[in-house]
């Protein structure tokens, strides 16, 4: 409810760029029309792909199709989504995600507070082939999942997960929703285009939180693809990659606050949990998965490391004067 008692509206924005999904997207449709409070909107954003966009007109009723007006990727279709939406409370879903029924319920509990910015919750991958012994739940941000250590209770957190997730419109807004540079575009798997709208908007709004609640469940789709360990490294490395464009944005104690409890709490559990389990004959793929979690840890560094690189050559390119010559190409 809202401070006056009046249920908050809600749009729920479902972005989608392939029709190697359509059959999941069916499932996420029905997920969100079996809600036990009503929606107002459901809003489908199909990313640059005009084959699709023609499927799912002649196939979804009752839902607002649209293309994405923005840049390719997923930011941009996020943010044409937005533009449709008339709700109060604007909720984003994975296009592989298929919502518990009492998701946005969950969801709009926590808005009757006005100093609530965003409301997310928890992400369970579904996984196609089974969980791969060497990938532990401390990982799961790789399949963009919630991870083991992550709160068990609502609190308030620096940001949300990209699959479940919901903000007041008027913050979205307000700070002129998601950056474009960052996420996902095209087959790169970059991200943290969540984190950074999550901290802009606690910046542009002083005094406001961010609530994580783990009783607003979605169930994320996590293919057999996903579940190896060149996908599990090239998601380390954009990783990293997309850590440095944050900090390099928002600064770096803002960018790195929560992956410096991760690194120092969760990782060093998970490799010893995993190192016990081998070692006691409990499980041998024990083994494996601490070693997957020190070489994940090595290459997001490594990621990261590379990135703040990048971003320094680009600042000291910008900052070098422009040669008479080229000054005298642009005038003429």
């Keep these: 409810m809202s401070p006056t008692g009046v249920r908050p509206t809600v749009s729920v924005v479902i972005c989608s760029y392939t029709q190697e999904r359509l059959k999941l997207m069916t499932r996420v449709v029905e997920s969100v029309r079996a809600q036990t409070v009503p929606l107002q909107q459901i809003i489908i954003v199909v990313d ?19 293309e994405s007006t923005g840049q390719p990727g997923l930011a941009g279709a996020r943010n044409t989504g937005i533009a449709h939406a008339t709700s109060d409370i604007v909720a984003f879903l994975d296009d592989d995600a298929e919502a518990a029924p ?4 969950r969801l709009i509990s926590f808005y009757d507070d006005p100093d ?51 903000f007041r419109r008027e913050i979205l807004e307000h ?28 910046i542009a709004s002083p005094g406001s939180r961010i609530v994580y609640d783990p009783t607003a469940v979605v169930h994320h789709h996590v293919p057999a693809t996903r579940g190896t360990f060149r996908y599990m490294a090239a998601r380390a490395w954009s990783e990293g990659l997309s850590k440095a464009q944050v900090s390099h944005l928002v600064g770096h104690k803002r960018a790195l606050r929560s992956e410096r409890h991760y690194v120092r709490r969760i990782l060093p559990r998970a490799v010893l949990s995993g190192l016990r389990d081998w070692g006691t004959g409990k499980d041998s793929a024990g083994l494996g998965r601490a070693g997957a979690v020190v070489a994940v840890l090595g290459i997001t560094t490594g990621g990261y490391l590379r990135g703040r690189q990048l971003a320094h050559l680009a600042r000291t390119r910008s900052a070098e004067p422009v040669p008479a010559a080229a000054e005298w190409r642009t005038v003429q």
């Design 48 to 66: 640059h792909n005009k084959n699709l966009y023609k499927h799912l007109i002649a196939n979804f009723s009752a839902v607002t199709i649209v």
């Design 102 to 105: 009492n998701w946005i319920e």
């Design 116 to 166: 609530v910015l965003a409301v997310g919750g928890h992400v369970d991958p579904v996984w196609e082939a089974g969980r791969p012994g060497y990938f532990s739940e401390e990982l799961d941000w790789i399949v963009g999942c919630s991870h083991r250590g992550l709160p068990r209770m609502a609190t308030e957190v620096r940001n949300l997960i990209g699959a479940n997730m919901s």
């Design 175 to 202: 700070v002129g929703g998601f950056n474009q540079d960052l996420g996902r575009q095209t087959l790169k798997p970059l991200g943290c285009e969540e984190t950074e709208i999550c901290i802009r908007a606690t």
